[in-house]
Each structure stands twice: as C-alpha cells, then as structure tokens.
T-cell receptor
C-alpha cells in the first residue's frame, strides 16, 4: 500500500509553546489530507480536511486558530498546535489520499504538553 | 447517536478460534465502508474497502462482508499476531470525503 510518513512520532513541549507535525505522502500525490485526534478508547475524531493549495476545512468545535493546517504541496501537510496546553495532549494522526483511492494513515504523533 | 457502532468492544480468542467482528452503520447513501487495523501507538493500517451490499473481500485470515446495514470482519484460525484494534469507518453521500469511524474492537489472540 501507499506510504504516509508522519514526523515526529513523539514530542514533549512546554505549555504555551507551539509544535509542528509533518505529514508526507512518499509514493503518491495526496490531493487531500486529513488530520485526526484520537483519545484513549475513543473513535478517531476528524479535525480538518485539507486540499492542496486551499484553506483547510475544520470540523465543528475545532479551533482553526489553535490548530493551523497548511497543505502547500501535493506531498506535504503540516499541523501546528499553537500555544499548546496540557489539554492538547493527545495522539494526532494524519491520512492522505489521491483521487479515487483509499486513505492511508501516518504512524501518528504522541503530543505531551507539560 | 453514533453513526458507526462496532461490537464487541473487546474480544479474546484462543489461537485457532475463529470469530467475527461487527460494524453497523446508520448513514444513508453509503459510498464505502473501510476496515483498518491499528496496533498500539501506531496509525491505522488499511485492510479493505467495500462498496455495495453482497460484496466480500479476503486477505489471508481475514474476510470482510457487507450488507445494507452492517459489515462483518471474519477472522479464521487467528494467530497471536492478529491481536490489534480493528476499526471500521464509513464514507457517505453528503459527508464529503471524510471517514466516520467506530470506536473499534480490541482483539486479543492468546497462544
């Protein structure tokens, strides 16, 4: 299957700082990328959908100013958690797909805000 | 109300003991139903896509089936390495491209 690389896999940051997570499609063009957040024993919660070159579409309840998403190329999307707080600690996962294909997921990023 | 419900929440099997996981959905205009496997601390790994009632797909010890209201993931003679959380997701008309996930079934296969 297609490969989606997410980096970093783990990050610890201080409260009030910003953290950037990268998501790359390695062997296909990702016309659409998705960012999810996963809580223990819960479903993957979609945060936003981004199409290359367009502004991201955020799900209801997700603060767009806090979770900045950039999808500047067909192989790279970034999620920046701004002014992180302990409640932002979570497992963040990206997925990517090309037109008419299944979505493939990155390895996930465990964010801990201390 | 959840649009995608998976059962059971957790399942323990002995190696070689076949069973099925269930995914029921309430969305109308299903465009696709997806099964993923997720290991602890990892992202989901794609297994199958099903598009229409009656469709079946197989991969090694796994077989996925689809009806108008639910999907089953059958596991035949499981091995300990099949232990993981299995996630079901649907894509539906009017839901744009997003996937709506169930909470998953955590499968443990004991040797």
């Amino acid at each position: 299957g297609a490969v989606v690389s997410q980096h970093p896999s783990r990050v610890i940051c201080k409260s009030g700082t910003s953290v950037k997570i990268e998501c790359r499609s390695l062997d296909f063009q990702a016309t659409t990328m998705f960012w999810y957040r996963q809580f223990p024993k819960k479903s993957l919660m979609l945060m936003a959908t981004s199409n290359e070159g367009s502004k991201a579409t955020y799900e209801q309840g997700v603060e767009k100013d806090k979770f900045l998403i950039n999808h500047a190329s067909l192989t790279l999307s970034t999620l920046t958690v701004t002014s992180a707080h302990p409640e932002d600690s979570s497992f963040y996962i990206c997925s990517a797909r090309d037109w008419g294909t299944e979505a493939f997921f990155g390895q996930g990023t465990r964010l801990t805000v201390v | 109300e959840d649009q995608v419900t998976q059962s059971p929440e957790a399942l323990r099997l002995q190696e070689g003991e076949s069973s099925s996981l269930n995914c029921s959905y309430t969305v109308s205009g299903l465009r696709g139903l997806f099964w993923y496997r997720q290991d602890p601390g990892k992202g989901p790994e794609f297994l199958f896509t099903l598009y229409s009632a009656g469709e079946e797909k197989e991969k090694e010890r796994l077989k996925a089936t689809l009806t108008k209201k639910e999907s089953f993931l059958h596991i035949t003679a499981p091995k300990p390495e099949d232990s993981a959380t299995y996630l079901c997701a649907v894509q539906y008309q009017g839901g744009s491209e997003k996937l709506v996930f169930g909470k998953g079934t955590k499968l443990t296969v004991n040797p």
